[in-house]
């Protein structure tokens, strides 16, 4: 009774649409389509912030002599990693002078307007002669007069190598590397520098011992945070013990976080540690262990992200020479080829689908699936958008996605789910495109792709919205 009841009562309203002189009645439903772009893998290489080659500067500040900037106004445009070696002998003796700190400023400055990311190293010694402070205490003076300049450019400065000491800055060959002065200099530095800087030691063993100092403190409730620190080996795969790095042999104690392991139980450490914190340095002393089949191995189990572009120039050459040989798009590259591609993150976006309005959201679901084919993850969070652009207007539909980045493992593929709302588009086709921007420095993300890329992003697909009518009323001619 209630569906016959239904049916008289839409009759009648058609009865009367019809009396009134309405000529014409449509009715129409909404009906959306998605046809996925083909997504490609690059084997190009693509230049991203926080990951590469980096070219050595180095500078030493004095209240007399200038600095020469010029360096840095000769850089091309773009991303791109820096070391900064930043020498304070001038100062073994004293604090650092307002002149010294002027020149500090200056340099950052320079670097920051060069649009690269700064690896920065302070030192006392480009020699085997040592011209460190006298006391702990000045060094720790020198520490904090820095910083307060170190932190107006956390925004580009992306990692502190070290604690000042050592020759070359490396954190072996010092007064101050006893346990005792090395973890009241990395603590007096987690504790002044900005939280958004990256620190890092010279080997996994002192990770551990300011691990678990710091540990010690945070039941005081007063202790820094650890997860920042990172490592730099500038033995990195030198030799079996990386120049001193590892030990010969296992550690009689595996659980004693002061003692060096074994190569293989220390690049174990580091394959689950990178991952949350940066690596690299510079490869060295052309020997069977910096062979390229044995190189890639390593750098990928040790999650390493930078290295120095010159040295060491004959393990570099050999790896030009080398070819990989792993049945993927890379196969036939020479080594130092395929080592760029890999150094840090590397993402590949690999396909799309849509998922109409849920009847009960009224949301639309994107799903996107990449891959994360490089060394490393990334250790910033970088932004993701998805938009979609109507082709006949070119407005666009921005929608943020909610994903943090630095979890986009490596070796690893990410889903992402994106609901749009898409009941309030306007009928026609869209271009689908996701764009990855890191917001510190502003510069998108390229994804290792080949196919369209527009001011959006990397196109995804076509999104067809239409109006198709359900039935249609006219009167009699």
């Known amino acids: ?132 402070p006298e006391t702990l205490e000045l060094v720790l003076e020198h520490m904090s007069q820095t910083a307060k300049i170190v932190n107006r450019y956390s925004d580009c400065i992306y990692i502190m190598q070290g604690i000042y000491v050592g020759k070359w800055g ?18 007096h530095l987690d504790q002044i520098i900005h939280p958004d800087i990256f620190l890092a030691v010279r080997t996994p063993m002192q990770w551990r011992c300011f691990r678990d100092f710091a540990e010690e403190l945070t039941k005081q409730n007063h202790g820094p945070a650890y997860s920042r620190i990172g490592l730099y080996n500038d033995g990195m795969l030198g030799s079996a013990t990386d120049l001193g790095t590892y030990a010969e042999r296992a550690a009689a104690d595996s659980s004693a976080n002061g003692e060096t392991d074994s190569r293989k139980a220390e690049i174990a450490f580091q394959n689950t540690l990178c991952n949350y914190v940066p690596n690299g340095g510079e490869v060295v002393n052309d020997n069977s262990y910096n062979d390229f089949p044995a190189a890639a191995a390593d750098l990928s189990a040790m999650h390493v992200s930078y290295l120095n572009a010159s040295y060491d120039a004959a393990v570099l050459s050999k790896w030009e020479r080398s070819a990989w040989d792993g049945g993927d798009i890379f196969s036939g590259m020479n080594g130092l080829d395929y080592i760029s591609r890999h150094l840090g993150y590397r993402y590949v976006l690999r396909s799309s689908s849509f998922l109409p309005d849920s009847a009960k959201s009224g949301e639309s679901l ?63 086709k869209y271009t689908v495109c996701l764009k990855i921007t890191d917001p510190a420095s502003g510069y998108e993300i390229l994804c290792a792709n080949e196919g369209e890329h527009t001011e959006n992003g990397y196109v995804l697909g076509e999104l067809a919205i239409n109006m198709e009518p359900i039935f249609s009323i006219s009167p009699a001619p």
């Open 1 to 132: 009774m209630k569906k016959l009841a239904k049916s008289l009562l839409i009759i009648l309203l058609f009865s009367l649409l019809l009396s009134a002189g309405v000529y014409f009645l449509r009715l129409e439903r909404r009906s959306v389509s998605y046809r996925p772009a083909v997504l490609t893998e690059s084997p190009e290489e693509f230049r991203n912030p926080y990951v590469g080659w980096y070219h050595i500067y180095g500078y030493m500040l004095s209240d007399q002599t200038p600095l020469d900037l010029s360096q840095a106004g000769k850089q091309e445009p773009g991303p791109g990693l820096v070391l900064l070696e930043i020498n304070l002998q001038n100062y073994t003796e004293d604090t650092i002078g307002d002149a010294g700190l002027s020149q500090l400023e200056d340099l950052f400055a320079a670097w920051q307007a060069s649009g690269k990311q700064m690896i920065i190293r302070f030192l006392y010694n480009w020699d085997d002669t040592s011209h460190e």
């Open 170 to 187: 490396e954190m072996h060959s010092s007064r101050y590397m006893n346990e005792k002065d090395m973890l009241t200099l990395i603590h």
């Open 366 to 428: 994107f799903c996107v699936t990449l891959e994360n084919t490089g060394f490393s993850n990334s250790y910033r969070s970088f932004d993701i958008t998805l938009t979609l652009r109507h082709k006949a207007s070119r407005a666009a539909y921005s929608v943020p996605v909610q994903t943090d980045t630095r979890f986009w493992n490596t070796g690893m593929q990410t889903s992402l789910e994106i609901p749009v709302e898409i009941s309030g588009c306007r009928p026609g």
